[in-house]
């Protein structure tokens, strides 16, 4: 079965920090570009990140919402791509989707929440 799976969210305190991880199945593979995606209560989805394909070098980039406090990676013998989030605050407060960007396969979410 074709699918993106993520994990690791929760509940943490403003300042804290999470890692996501978004695990790709069957006959996707996470070297692709890959994207993190969120949707807070009453929002439209916003875009948080993004990586290039192994073979376009891998490259990274962030909504200026999150530049400097997050950081996508992915191993590849995992065949996972993560999303690390430091300095959280209550506004990162989201559902958080990953997304196989020439696909335009979406797993499932992770809800963040971001409270005291």
């Known amino acids: 079965q074709v699918q993106l799976v993520e994990s690791g969210g929760g509940l943490v305190q403003p300042g804290g920090s999470l890692r996501l991880s978004c695990a790709a199945s069957g006959s996707i593979f996470s070297g692709d570009a890959m994207g993190w995606y969120r949707q807070a209560p009453e929002k439209g989805r916003e875009w948080v990140a993004s990586i290039t394909s192994i073979i376009s070098g891998g490259r990274t980039n962030y909504a200026d919402s999150v530049k400097g406090r997050f950081i996508i990676s992915r191993d590849n013998a995992k065949n996972t791509v993560y999303l690390q989030m430091n300095s959280l605050k209550p506004e990162d407060t989201a559902i958080y989707c990953c997304?196989?960007?020439?696909?335009?396969?979406w797993g499932q979410g992770t809800q963040v929440t971001v409270s005291s």
């Open positions: 997304n196989h960007l020439v696909l335009g396969l």
